[in-house]
Each structure stands twice: as C-alpha cells, then as structure tokens.
T-cell receptor
Framework: NAGVMQNPRHLVRRRGQEARLRCSPM?????VYWYRQLPEEGLKFMVY????????ESGMPKERFSAEFPKEGPSILRIQQVVRGDSAAYFC?????????????FGPGTRLTVT | DAKTTQPPSMDCAEGRAANLPCNHS???????VYWYRQIHSQGPQYIIH???NNETNEMASLIITEDRKSSTLILPHATLRDTAVYYC???????????FGAGTILRVKS
C-alpha cells in the first residue's frame, strides 16, 4: 500500500518564478491537506481540499498561493512569483474521511528553496 | 481547539519506556487527543489517538486521565530511532486541520 507521494522532493526556483508542488494521496483517500514548515518553525495548516473542492483555505496566504485537487490526478499547490520567504518544507497529508476519527497520513514533503 | 502544553525536551535511555506528558486542561467533550512525531525533517508520522479511553497500538500506548485534562504517550521500549519531535494535538470531532505546537524533543540515548 503506497503512502502519500509528493514530488518533486526538492525544488529550486529563482525569485519571480512559479513553483508547482504535487501530491498523490493514499489509495482510496479523497481528502487532502497542505501544511508548510518554515525553517526553525512549526508546521502550519494551509488548505484542505476534497475532490474538486476547496473546503478550508484559512491558512493560505492571500496572494500568489493556490491549490487544486482535480477529479483525476494529483493535488497541486501552486506558488506564483516566488520570494525568498517562500523557502520552506511543504507537506501534504491525506485521509479517508474528515473529522477526528480519520487520521491524516503525511508525505515526505517538498523542500522549496528560492534563490 | 483546546491548547496543549508539552515539555520542550526529554531524554530517555535506550530500551526503557519513554513517557511523554501533555496537558490539555481546556479540552471539551468532543475533542480528541492525537499524537504525531517528526523524525529529523521527514513528514510527520501518525502515532495514536483517543477520546477518553486508553488506547494501544503496535507503536505506543495513550493514557488519558479520567478528567481528560492531561494524557501521556508511552513508547514501551525506546530505541535510537525514536529520537524525534513529538506533538500532542487536540482536534474537535468535526475538525479538519491539525494545529502543531512546538512539541517535545525526545532524545533516546544509548
């Protein structure tokens, strides 16, 4: 049973470029979450999606960041016009259902470096 | 979601039980206690969760006090590979986001 997959594992972008981070949930999971971990800081929730719908984006920065989870294919976290402050580890998690009775399983993360 | 308080760090001898405490004195009746850990810079790993009863799985045991204001995660025979940051998280029954605090850095020493 494959776990949550994320790619790329490492991504280097110059300031002003776009970054696309992909997340394939565990088989059978239709709930996806994105979290960000800035250097020397804790993990922070960004967004929660269920197939084709954004359910909670309360942790997403207002500009330049967007997320989608299409009917087919992986979930994508897109960061436009990256800045140095976007350098962080981005983790995706998935779950079978929503609520406290459904554990979230995390992927290995994508480490974004903005030069 | 109720806030949690954990000691910043703990040491444990290899082969001994590691007991990690968590205080959640403002927890309400429909809030669950979850434990995750993060080894070095890997993705967080789910360990265990519970509502009011004690729980055990292949990784750990979770002991929740009767008043639910605190809990303890027990790793029965700690190994060097258990060195990690351990997070105690409280989440409501219908919650969908995990709120990570600073956690406890557990160092297992030989």
């Amino acid at each position: 049973n494959a776990g949550v997959m994320q790619n790329p594992r490492h991504l280097v972008r110059r300031r002003g470029q776009e970054a696309r981070l992909r997340c394939s949930p565990m088989k059978g999971h239709s709930h996806v979450y994105w979290y960000r971990q800035l250097p020397e800081e804790g993990l922070k929730f960004m967004v929660y999606l269920q197939k084709e719908n954004i359910i909670d984006e309360s942790g997403m920065p207002k500009e330049r960041f967007s997320a989608e989870f299409p009917k087919e294919g992986p979930s994508i976290l897109r960061i436009q016009q990256v800045v140095r402050g976007d350098s962080a580890a981005y983790f995706c998690a998935s779950s079978l259902g929503t609520g406290a009775n459904y554990e979230q399983y995390f992927g290995p993360g994508t480490r974004l470096t903005v030069t | 979601d109720a806030k949690t308080t954990q000691p910043p760090s703990m040491d444990c001898a290899e082969g001994r039980a590691a007991n990690l405490p968590c205080n959640h004195s403002t927890i309400s009746g429909n809030e669950y206690v979850y434990w995750y850990r993060q080894i070095h810079s890997q993705g967080p790993q789910y360990i265990i969760h519970g509502l009011k009863n004690n729980e055990t799985n292949e990784m750990a045991s979770l002991i929740i006090t009767e008043d639910r204001k605190s809990s303890t995660l027990i790793l029965p025979h700690a190994t060097l590979r258990d060195t990690a940051v351990y997070y105690c998280i409280v989440i409501t029954e219908y919650g969908n986001k995990l709120v990570f605090g600073a956690g406890t850095i557990l160092r297992v020493k030989s």
